[in-house]
């Protein structure tokens, strides 16, 4: 039974930082890729970054440079290192599972999520 539990969000003022953070449980494959996502109201589900267990990392576009995605294997989290927050960033973040493949910012290639974590910036 695969959980996902994401942490860490709140509220900050524009230029600001947050440390995300997904606590990952019952998951048994090697292969694995995990993927942050963002919705803001009234907006479709984005891909933010995504970490692949093959040691590569990917970034849309809209967050290079601001945002790092990690892993801390002994504690099977995946981590989301926010910086020079923008209220443009406010929207609940949600962590992805996925072995079977696939495009990393699409959700449909994740067949594992968390509940999510709000983030807010003002």
């Known amino acids: 039974h695969v959980q996902l539990v994401e942490s860490g969000g709140g509220s900050v003022q524009a230029g600001g930082s947050l440390r995300l953070s997904c606590a990952v449980s019952?998951?048994?494959?090697?292969?694995?890729?995990m993927g942050w996502f963002r919705q803001a109201p009234g907006k479709e589900r984005e891909g933010v970054a995504a970490w692949d267990s093959d040691g590569t990392t990917t970034y849309a576009d809209f967050v290079k440079g601001r945002l790092a995605i990690s892993r801390d294997s002994s504690k099977n989290t995946i981590y989301l290192q926010m910086n020079s927050l923008k209220p443009e960033d406010t929207a609940m973040y949600y962590c992805?599972?996925?072995?079977?493949?696939?495009?990393?910012?699409?959700?449909?290639?994740?067949?594992?999520w968390g509940q999510g974590t709000q983030v807010t910036v003002s």
């Open positions: 992805a599972g996925t072995s079977r493949g696939g495009t990393w910012y699409r959700s449909q290639t994740y067949n594992y």
């Open positions: 019952g998951y048994t494959k090697s292969r694995v890729c």
